[in-house]
């Protein structure tokens, strides 16, 4: 949200001074580092998992906890906290085992995705707020973050981190092979249930950034790309935080001089950035085949 007095230059150091010349703004790039760090390494093992649907329900249950957080006259942020975690449970419960109940657990997702939108709805109706607070709960709200909201956010990127770390090792062994890790003595189910929670504190974080309607922008995409330039997981995790950090200041920074929100350059950054990798693999694998076919003498 730039303002009037403010115009992009060639001048790049003042320009940086700029960015950083108004307190929301400073406010905006420290909560969008942390947020970051929690959406790409949590986004990594959702990607892993292949739980990119339960993200995003827990997004709009996000939604509808915002809201009736609203009503009530409370944070939305911890009505976002407090629903995320509430959906994370309730997936837990209905869907039972995601690796043997993976149909239970897809009508799980779906059904609370459902009804938490109808409800915020609701929610939305009765506390008759249809323009400012829907649209920052829709599409994210970080240039209005505040210092009592970066506190929260600072508290909750260190206890979703510090919980990350100590199932990292567990968990990754559970993701790719949750049967042999089960017969292993790894406790896959309650694993199952600890990094949903850990998901409810990273998409509660990350709406406040792009918003319900696209936090796969910023949640899923830097783990989607990291995932396809390399498979070693440590590699891949730093790849995702990096890119995640990357899409979130760079859009912050262009959103800033322009007129246009801060979610579409997030987010463009990183379909952009996905587009550009995928084409460059299928570049590099019809080279590879090509070099093949003519070692073969296909093409004399």
Not at 141 to 166: F, P, R, W, Y
Not at 195 to 213: C, E, N
């Amino acid at each position: 949200m730039p303002t009037s007095d403010v115009q992009l230059s060639w001048n790049l150091v003042s320009d940086f001074q700029q960015l950083f010349a108004y307190h929301f703004m400073q406010n905006a790039f420290l909560a969008g580092m942390l947020i970051a760090f929690i959406a790409g390494s949590m986004g990594y093992f959702m990607v892993l998992r292949s739980q990119s649907f339960a993200g995003h329900t827990m997004a709009h249950v996000g939604f509808a906890g915002a809201a009736g957080a609203l009503l009530f006259g409370g944070s939305p942020i911890v009505g976002l906290l407090v629903s995320c975690i509430g959906a994370a449970l309730g997936i837990g419960i209905l869907g039972g085992r995601r690796s043997q109940t993976s149909w239970n657990y897809g009508i799980a997702i779906g059904t609370i995705q459902t009804f938490s939108m109808g409800l915020g709805i609701l929610f939305l109706q009765l506390s008759h707020s249809y323009t400012e607070n829907v649209y920052a709960i829709l599409f994210g709200a970080v240039l209005g973050i505040s210092d009592i909201d970066v506190h929260l956010i600072v508290l909750t990127t260190v206890m979703t981190l510090a919980g990350l770390m100590v199932i990292a090792r567990p968990l990754l062994f559970a993701s790719i092979d949750p049967d042999v890790a089960d017969a292993r003595g790894v406790p896959v189910h309650f694993l199952d249930y600890a990094f949903l929670v850990l998901l409810a504190f990273a998409v509660a974080q990350s709406v406040q950034v792009v918003g319900v309607l696209l936090i796969f922008g910023l949640l899923v995409t830097p783990a989607a790309i990291a995932q396809q330039v390399t498979a070693r997981p440590g590699i891949a995790v730093g790849l995702s935080i990096f890119l995640a950090l990357f899409f979130t200041w760079a859009g912050l920074a262009v959103a800033y001089f322009t007129p246009y929100p801060v979610g579409f350059f997030i987010t463009g950054l990183a379909f952009g950035t996905y587009i550009l990798v995928r084409l460059f693999q299928v570049g590099q694998a019809m080279f590879v085949r090509r070099r093949w076919f003519k070692r073969q003498g296909v093409f004399g």
